[in-house]
């Protein structure tokens, strides 16, 4: 069993920074892929952003691209969302999931091979 737990969401204003964090139990976290989704209001969950086990491999959506990076720590058990250049198309809660299939070369964007996730942090982003 895996427990998640993110941090560092807020309000912000459009062009600003901020850093999500999720924290996580268990010593199989090094084997998992990462990824981070993002749900806004009366949409439904997207993808946002993934990492391989090893941190060798990423994958993001379109929507980010030059504005947010996936990072993690192994040793902390921690993957990290740095998000710049912010929007206010950005408002949503943000999710971090573990994909427990060990040591994936590739991060998957599908949320159906998420089995972990954890409670949500919310991102606000205003004009």
């Known amino acids: 069993q895996v427990q998640l737990v993110e941090s560092g969401g807020g309000l912000v204003q459009a062009g600003g920074s901020l850093r999500l964090s999720c924290a996580a139990s268990g010593r199989a976290f090094s084997t998992y892929a990462m990824g981070w989704f993002r749900q806004a209001p009366g949409k439904e969950r997207e993808f946002v952003y993934a990492?391989?086990?090893?941190?060798?491999?990423?994958t993001y959506a379109d929507s980010v691209k030059g504005r947010f990076t996936i990072s993690r720590d192994n040793a902390k058990r921690t993957v990290y969302l740095q998000m710049n250049i912010l929007k206010p198309t950005d408002t949503a809660v943000y999710y971090c999931?573990?994909?427990?299939?060990?040591?994936?070369?590739?991060?998957?964007?599908?949320?159906?091979?998420?089995?972990?996730w954890g409670q949500g942090t919310q991102v606000t982003v205003s004009s």
């Open positions: 999931a573990a994909d427990p299939r060990p040591n994936t070369a590739v991060p998957t964007t599908a949320s159906r091979d998420y089995n972990y």
């Open positions: 990492i391989n086990w090893s941190g060798t491999s990423t």
